[in-house]
């Protein structure tokens, strides 16, 4: 398993890589809303700074957990460029070659 904050993260550097691809390019695309659904167990750590956290778990993973420890999530993400100087951010414009199962 995996953190959600780990997921993003991922989901991040993947944009990012996307965008930097999509330099030069004639044809780009306006990245929207990105939404994503994952099932996620909640743990509670004891102590003086206890903490909750959301572990996504796959489909294999899934049978391990009863079903009142797993709960499925949505999340939407709308992702905007914010240049290194500090000026406006604006909408991701990306592009780039198709990647071994993607659909």
Not at 11 to 27: K, P, S
Not at 52 to 80: C, M
Not at 81 to 91: F, I, K, N
């Amino acid at each position: 398993m995996i953190e959600l904050s780990e997921m993003i993260s991922e989901l991040r550097q993947q944009l990012t890589t996307a965008l930097a691809d999509g330099e030069g390019e004639t044809l780009r695309f306006e990245l929207g809303a990105v939404e994503v659904e994952a099932a996620v167990a909640v743990t509670r750590e004891a102590g003086a700074d206890a903490k909750v956290r959301l572990w996504v778990v796959d489909a294999g993973a899934n049978g391990r957990y009863a079903q009142e420890q797993t709960q499925r999530i949505t999340v939407t993400l709308t992702p905007k460029v914010v240049p290194a100087a500090g000026g406006a951010a604006r909408t991701a414009l990306i592009t780039g070659g198709e990647v071994d199962g993607e659909r």
